[in-house]
């Protein structure tokens, strides 16, 4: 079972939806979606990078070998905008840009004292010049002067088969997955621009937006010493599930002594989902099964077929991003599915 690394939100057919960004599995991405940082600019050019870095990578000027990740990112906006006009309707279309107005994101407009989301790009060349741009905050700002500083790296194969991906995929259940990839476009399994430092070095531990520099392959940023650890692996101690490998969770029990990395529990259909007590595994239901709560008792019940009422993606037999309608609450949504052309 992933563990949630933080929350953000899209709206989508005029309605606001949590978002819940886990691992490298599941329904919900990672995509990128922390709280407002508050600052804007206008959406005509593309975003350069600061040329240095901050923190442990002060000083490092851009490396002119950074134009291939901006090249990227005109190439993957454009991708992007052709398949936003092919496949969604006018609330998807608008609801894709929600994502862009959250840090590092600044997609935003003045009025009067306030900035307020800016509303969505009417035309393709306008999609392209924001998508751009809006990327280039994460990739080239934040992330472009730590791949000169050798804290990342850039995958150009990667970036191609992402770019790929979304010229190639047919409106319908395959869209969201693209436009969503966490290979392609994830805060911490992202693929095309990798983490890279190796245990024991200088990392940084993210603001929120990234979640630091170490391969995360291999362990994760010590929040004290600024150093790459390995992750905790099942039955050693933690203080928090973020210590723990992929797919464990920190059991705590008496909160004075350290807890332990433990794989969850599967319960059967039928079976209570409510772990037991604090220090035991946590608990999931089997494939198919969802932990249904009743308001008394929480149970392992089996997954809603498309129709069925839902309160989370998670809840749905056909599980993904967005499956369980935020308009209906149903099962069986299909964003950006191609359902009618967009018009603005």
Not at 72 to 81: F, G
Not at 140 to 162: H, I, N
Not at 237 to 262: M, N, T
Request: glycine share 10%; net charge neutral.
């Amino acid at each position: 079972m992933p563990k949630t690394f933080f929350v953000g939100s899209l709206i989508a057919v005029g309605v606001v939806v949590s978002v819940a960004a886990c691992g490298s599995s599941g329904a919900t991405p990672d995509v990128l979606g922390a709280p407002d940082s508050g600052k804007g600019s206008d959406t005509s050019t593309l975003a350069q990078p600061k040329g240095k870095a901050s923190g442990p990578d002060a000083g490092v000027e851009l490396d002119p070998a950074l134009l291939p990740i901006a090249q990227w990112n005109k190439e993957i906006a454009q991708a992007i905008c052709g398949k936003l006009t092919e496949c969604c309707d006018t609330n998807d279309y608008r609801g894709y840009f929600q994502r862009y107005r959250r840090s590092p994101y600044d997609f935003s407009v003045q009025k009067g004292t306030e900035r307020v989301p800016a509303p969505a790009p009417k035309t393709a060349a306008e999609c392209e010049s924001v998508v751009a741009r809006q990327l280039g905050l994460l990739n080239l700002e934040k992330w472009g002067v730590t791949v000169a500083a050798k804290r990342m790296s850039f995958d150009a194969p990667r970036a191609a088969a992402c770019t790929a991906a979304v010229k190639g995929v047919a409106c319908g259940t395959d869209t969201v997955k693209v436009l969503y990839d966490n290979a392609c476009f994830g805060s911490r399994y992202n693929e095309v621009l990798k983490k890279v430092s190796p245990v024991g070095s200088v990392c940084e531990t993210g603001d929120g937006t990234y979640y630091g520099t170490c391969d995360i392959t291999l362990g994760r940023c010590g929040y004290q010493d600024h150093l790459c650890k390995p992750w905790a692996h099942e039955g050693e101690s933690c203080s928090l599930s973020a210590f723990c490998a992929p797919d464990l969770d920190c059991a705590i029990g008496d909160i004075s002594k350290p807890g332990v990395c433990k794989s969850p529990v599967v319960r059967a259909l039928g079976e209570d989902c409510t772990k037991a007590a604090d220090g035991d595994a946590p608990v999931a239901c089997g494939d198919s099964f969802y932990c249904r709560d009743d308001g008394t008792r929480r149970t392992c019940a089996r997954k809603a077929e498309d129709g069925a009422a839902c309160t989370d993606d998670s809840d749905c037999l056909t599980e993904r991003f967005l499956s369980c309608s935020p308009l209906t609450r149903t099962c069986g949504y299909t964003f950006c599915g191609g359902r009618k052309p967009v018009t603005q």
